[in-house]
């Protein structure tokens, strides 16, 4: 199973690649964490991305092709923050036809942004693992201190309100154009991200259709 993740900040694509990663038995990749590492690792390539994700804007197309080309290897994985633009789509549809693998779907998390932008503000990350939080609706046991590894939460650097209304505003005009160009190509699902991430969880495996002990291997 190949899947894509598509939708605004806070709709909880981040959340549900691991839940589907996990259940399915596929790789998750994530852009923002691949990114995120780099730049806590000071390469040279997180020096470069770093100023572009602290302003909430998209890190240049030439520069994704080369990290997203390293990791789309093989069959069984479920992509989060990529694509996020026209480019970036065809860029994928390129890759993949060059390995030779295809694309199942690609999953659309429609949420408000209101509620998007209260789930960002009650996010925290663990500094170390990079388990993801909220204060409210997914706390972890003991408050600042994250359940699976015991280092401190912090608060991501672009979840500051005028951080992420920006990428709010940039997902409008540079992401959500996706939504029409992969409903043309039949393989998009909506669903209601607006709902618990159980109930989400819920909405995905049953579109899918693939059970609990339902094989897995991806091929
Ligand atoms: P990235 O890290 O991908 O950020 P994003 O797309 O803005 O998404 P978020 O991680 O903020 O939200 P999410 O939808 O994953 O929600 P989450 O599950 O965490 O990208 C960051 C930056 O990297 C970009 O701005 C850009 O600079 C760069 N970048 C990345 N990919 C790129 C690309 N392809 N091209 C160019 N640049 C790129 O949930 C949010 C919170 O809500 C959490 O606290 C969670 O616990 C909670 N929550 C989740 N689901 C629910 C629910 N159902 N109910 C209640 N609470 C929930």
Redesign the pocket.
């Known amino acids: 199973m190949n899947l894509v993740l598509l939708?605004?900040?806070?709709?909880?694509?981040?959340?549900?690649?691991k839940m589907l990663a996990s259940h399915y038995k596929i790789r998750e990749i994530?852009?923002?964490?691949i990114?995120?590492e780099e730049a806590k690792k000071k390469t040279p390539l997180g020096e470069v991305?770093s100023d572009?994700?602290k302003?909430?804007?998209?890190?240049?197309?030439e520069i994704?092709k080369d990290v997203?080309q390293s990791k789309l290897n093989s069959h069984g994985f479920v992509l989060?923050?990529?694509?996020?633009?026209l480019a970036?789509a065809k860029m994928l549809e390129d890759i993949l036809k060059e390995k030779n693998l295809t694309l199942n779907k690609v999953i659309y998390?429609k949420v408000d942004e209101e509620k998007?932008v209260q789930?960002?503000s009650?996010?925290?990350v663990c500094k170390e693992c990079g388990a993801?939080?909220?204060i409210l609706?997914?706390p972890p046991k003991k408050e600042g201190i994250c359940d699976r590894c015991g280092a401190s939460l912090i608060i991501?650097e672009?979840?500051k309100e005028s951080t992420v209304r920006r990428?709010w505003q940039?997902?409008k005009e540079e992401t959500a154009s996706l939504i029409g160009y992969y409903l043309k190509k039949s393989n998009l699902l909506e669903i209601d991200?607006?709902?618990?991430?159980e109930?989400?969880f819920l909405q995905i495996t049953e579109a899918l259709g693939y059970g609990e002990d339902k094989d897995s291997s991806g091929d």
């Open positions: 939708g605004a900040p806070g709709s909880g694509k981040g959340t549900q690649a994530s852009l923002g964490d990114l995120r991305v572009y994700m302003r909430g804007v998209l890190v240049p197309d994704i997203i989060d923050g990529f694509p996020r633009n970036q998390f998007a789930r960002l009650g996010r925290r993801v939080y909220h609706n997914m991501r672009d979840d990428r940039v997902f991200a607006n709902k618990s991430k109930e989400v």
